[in-house]
C-alpha cells in the first residue's frame, strides 16, 4: 500500500464528508441565490434605464416646447418693438408738425404786428408832417380844427 492509494482514500472520505453534510446542495443554492440576485439587479437596472430614457424624453420634449415658447416670445417683442418704433416715429412726426405751425403761426404774427408797427408810426409822422405844414401855412386855431378832424378820420379809417 503506497502513498497513492492513500492519497486515493482521502480523497474518496473527503468526497464522502462533502456529500454527507450537503456541500454540493448548498453550494448550489448559494449559486442559485446569487443568480437571483444578479437577475433582480439586472431587472431593476432594466426599468431605471426605461425610467431615464422616459425621463430624458420628456425634457426633451420640454426643451421643445420651451425653445418654441421662447421664439415665440421673441417674436412678439419684436412685433410690439416695431408697433413702438412706428408709433413713436408718427408721434415725432406729429409733435414737429404742431411745432411748426406754430412757428409759422408765430411768425405770421410778429410780421403783422411789425407792418402795423410800421403804419402806426407812419401815421404818426404823417400827422406830425401835416400838423406842421398846416400850422405854417393855416392860422392855429383853423389848423388844429383842420388836424383834430383830419385825426378822427384817420383813427376811424384804421379801427
Not at 13 to 24: D, M, T
Not at 29 to 49: H, M, Y
Not at 102 to 113: D, G, N, P, T
Amino acid at each position: 500500500m503506497d502513498a497513492t492509494f492513500w492519497a486515493f482514500i482521502a480523497l474518496v472520505i473527503f468526497l464522502a464528508v462533502l456529500f454527507y453534510y450537503k456541500v454540493p446542495g448548498m453550494i448550489g443554492n448559494s449559486l442559485d441565490e446569487r443568480a437571483g440576485r444578479i437577475r433582480n439587479e439586472l431587472d431593476e437596472a432594466r426599468k431605471l434605464r426605461e425610467e431615464a430614457q422616459q425621463l430624458l424624453a420628456e425634457y426633451q420634449r420640454k426643451r421643445q416646447e420651451a425653445e418654441r415658447e421662447a421664439q415665440d416670445i421673441v417674436g412678439a417683442a419684436k412685433h410690439e418693438a416695431e408697433l413702438l418704433v412706428k408709433e413713436a416715429k408718427q408721434k415725432t412726426e406729429e409733435y414737429v408738425a404742431r411745432r411748426t405751425a406754430l412757428a409759422e403761426q408765430k411768425i405770421a404774427q410778429a410780421e403783422q404786428e411789425a407792418v402795423n408797427e410800421v403804419r402806426a408810426s407812419a401815421v404818426d409822422l404823417a400827422v406830425e408832417a401835416a400838423r406842421n405844414v398846416l400850422s405854417s401855412k393855416v392860422d392855429a386855431k383853423a389848423g388844429g380844427d383842420l388836424f383834430k378832424a383830419s385825426l378822427q378820420e384817420l383813427k376811424s379809417k384804421l379801427n
